[in-house]
């Protein structure tokens, strides 16, 4: 519904946002092989128009949870209520993310695509701070609005198919999302190895917690497997020293979903690392005044539920 002045409503915009949510995270578990062309292909149509067809576009992160997101649009409403240019603002969902990465994997290289994604005149600029720069430039907006159009074209089926994996690939443990040797220290991994991996995890939590009762001990033992598999997660990634990332790659690998950021997770997992392994010296060493091996796998258990479907 409606609320005041006709905005919608906290409600209609709450229901919204877990529609797209529940259409994203569907969107995720797609296979990332070649059988996505035609998903590809209908996304590139709507960039095409989205870019081709106005002066400015501009691709935000779904669910308004990006503040260089709500900077850009604002910035560029200001300005064109004084300069009169076409403006186009749309969610970048899964889809178009992973067609505009295949258009711009030169450019890309090995890094994670950030928001906003923004196209003047059919160029693309790096975000929000060189958007910034251009409007606080003499001239600068005014100048990339007034250039001459570039314009936006996607590749066709067979260079698609080209870039995409065969349906047929054996999945790849010693691959990683960035690339290079699977035993180096990475900084990006796949979404749905990751949401595995804390599943797994997930596992491991609860029979920690079921043998705690009868054998503290024993619980220790099983929360220090989970340390030191994340001990190995943060030096080398999901890689097949890590048990449970091995395994996550092996069983994801068609459906391994998009790359993202490895930074955030294994800081993570270094403080699940350190509680796991803390909680086993005081396991056989005594009391040693840390909360008890409980409590750490009921907090875990909780971390690693929202990190397995929300991959936060």
Known sequence: GLGKEGWPSPESQMLTSARRFAHEYVREWEPTDERAVSRLRQALRGLEEGVNGHDVAVYVKPGGLCPFCTRAVALLRAEQGVRGFSLHVADLLHDER???????????????????????????????????????????????????????????????LEALPSRHERPQLCYQAGGGSGLRFQTLLFGNVLRLIAALQVVLLIVALTVYSTSPRAAAIVLAFVGIDAAVFV?????????????????????????????????TFALYAVGCLANLACAYGGDCGLPNGEGLAIILLINSSILAVLRF
């Open 235 to 267: 030096l080398a990634g999901p890689s097949p020293l890590e048990p449970l990332g091995a395994l996550s790659t092996f069983l994801v690998w068609r459906r391994r979903g998009s790359i993202a950021s490895a930074v955030p997770y294994k800081l």
């Open 98 to 160: 992973e067609a505009l990465k295949l258009v711009l994997a030169d450019e890309l290289g090995e890094r994670v695509m950030t928001y906003p994604v923004i196209f003047i005149r059919g160029v693309r600029i790096a975000g929000y701070e060189e958007l910034k720069d251009l409007k606080d430039s003499i001239d600068g907006l005014v100048h990339a609005l007034s250039s001459e159009r570039v314009r936006f074209e996607p590749p066709d089926d067979a260079s698609l």
